[in-house]
């Protein structure tokens, strides 16, 4: 008989497997699949969603940790085995403290909710989904329920996407942000706005996907290992190390979108692709939490891909692929245009300085509404209101107001939101890190080299997959907990530059 810990990475290998092959139906489905196949791939992914729970949930699984854990542990502490039945640990205990008729359930529920939201969104009819989501908050708070001892009913749901972050911790973080960012967005927004119109000029989508492309093969994309599609809706998904998949949505007239989803979704992708192939298949496979993950993706999009250094070496490229439309556009005020700050109703479209703000509405009204002081049928009027306040813009419709995010029309009330605005936080404060290690890395950005960054982040960051917690990981990386001043200076000095603060 085999020894418990290789038991245990075959026995994972197959929920691995089982989890990747959904993963990659989904994809299909997003990408390429015709209508006509909705209700088969629905059942496809049923059964082996099925198949992976049942597998996780075996007892013998559960057995074999008990027998890892006994006596302070079968592995060496702090080897990657010790760190992989730790995370079995994690994942075992999640999933066999929800019972399976509740699992079905909240899975038929949002599936109902999310057809029903996809009419309801464009009809700008509230109404039509406030029972459904009334029954999603219930469903949030029993499923915080099998997991007692929180001090908050988000904090089991916030913990399952970014692990060790508590409600209490994110209100600390997020007031400390929210203080500093509505005074400077007010300070910037009372300044004439630089003109962006030369990003609405038609820009053929095949140049936009080829010009694209060569960034991110610059950034270190691996397009042997890796593809780029479209889908309405850009994301990321990853396979194995070895076949990491990104999608774009492009425009006609609208440059950005589809520039920066590609250098946002990339950002995804390397860090997936950066992981240590050993982990494959286990549990030490693919990003930490929803925070860190979102750090990379923000990093290469926003602190790299929105700089002056990077589009100093950039731009004159872009205007050879589009000479008529960006010739006569200096470098300056294609550079303003995209790092324009304003007041704006939809958080995707957000500039970088007001996004956060958008994430914080959303996360406080999640915890009211978990809290029970806020009922989901004065949602709207309390989604206005805190838009009033924090933006000093009103949305006149439900549409571009509380119905614009998917979130909570397809999944838990709780737990969706807060990792945007760490993935922020964290991008600049990996970025400092990894200029401090490496102090060229600024001008080899300048130069169009992106070795120097991406090595420092696939040693520090990609390569320990889930190893060690998102906590260690930023201490170990950074030499500091989590922390908002590098993120800060970022912004103020770059938005200093361009406008008047
Ligand atoms: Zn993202």
Redesign the pocket.
């Known amino acids: 008989m085999a020894d418990p810990l290789t038991e245990l990475k075959t026995r994972w290998q197959t929920i691995s497997d089982l989890r990747h092959a959904a993963a990659v139906l989904h994809w299909d489905q997003s990408t390429y699949m015709p209508p006509g196949g909705a209700a088969a791939r629905g059942q496809q992914l049923g059964t082996l969603t099925r198949l992976a729970h049942e597998h996780l949930v075996d007892p013998r699984l559960g057995g074999l940790l008990d027998q890892l854990e006994r006596n302070g542990g079968a592995c060496l502490p702090g080897s990657a085995d010790a760190a992989l039945v730790r995370a079995a640990r994690r994942e075992f205990d999640r999933a066999v403290k929800v019972p399976a008729r509740f699992v079905a359930a909240l899975s038929a529920h949002t599936s109902a909710l999310y057809d029903t939201w996809t009419r309801a969104r464009p009809a700008d009819d509230f109404g039509a989904v406030r029972a459904g989501l009334e029954r999603s908050l219930d469903l949030s708070r029993e499923l915080a329920g099998y997991f007692p001892g929180y001090d908050h009913p988000a904090d089991p749901l916030i913990d399952y996407a970014d692990h060790g972050m508590t409600t209490a911790a994110l209100r600390t973080l997020f007031g400390a942000l929210r203080a500093q960012l509505v005074p400077l967005v007010e300070t910037i927004t009372s300044q004439p706005p630089p003109d962006d119109a030369c990003l609405r000029q038609e820009f053929p989508v095949d140049q936009q996907r080829v010009f694209g492309q060569a960034l991110i093969r610059k950034f270190g994309f691996d397009f042997q290992h890796g593809r780029q599609d479209e889908s309405p809706h850009p994301f990321m998904t990853s396979f194995a190390t070895g076949d990491v998949r990104i999608t774009t949505r492009f425009q006609l007239h609208e440059l950005g979108d589809g520039l920066f989803s590609t250098l ?1 979704e990339a950002g ?1 992708a390397l860090y997936e692709r950066g992981v240590n192939p050993a982990y494959d298949r286990s549990p030490l496979a693919g990003g930490v939490s929803a925070g860190v ?2 750090s990379q ?1 923000r990093l290469w999009e926003n602190v790299v891909g929105r700089s002056r250094a990077f589009w100093e070496q950039a731009y004159p490229e872009l205007q050879t692929v589009f000479p008529d439309q960006l010739g006569p556009v200096t470098l300056e005020t294609f550079y303003r245009a995209i790092n324009r700050v304003e007041r704006s109703l939809i958080r995707t479209e957000a500039d970088e300085l007001t996004y956060n703000l958008h994430v914080m509405i959303r996360f406080d009204l999640e915890l009211a509404m978990l809290e029970g002081t806020l009922a989901v049928g004065d949602l709207p009027h309390a989604w206005r209101e805190r838009y009033r306040t924090d933006l000093g813009i009103v949305p006149g419709n439900d549409r571009d107001g509380v119905l614009q995010d998917v979130h909570w029309f397809s999944g838990t009330i709780g737990g969706g939101f807060q990792g945007y605005t760490l993935g922020n936080i964290l991008g600049s404060q990996f970025f400092q890190a990894a200029c401090a290690a490496h102090p060229a890395i600024p001008a080899a950005i300048a130069g169009g080299r992106f070795e120097p960054l991406h090595g420092w982040l696939a040693d520090n960051v990609y390569t320990h997959g889930c190893r060690y917690t998102p906590t260690e990981l930023v201490e170990q990386a950074t030499g500091h907990p989590l922390d908002i001043a590098p993120y800060l200076g970022y912004l103020e000095t770059k938005f200093g530059e361009l406008y008047t603060l």
């Open positions: 946002h995804h993950h979102e993706s």
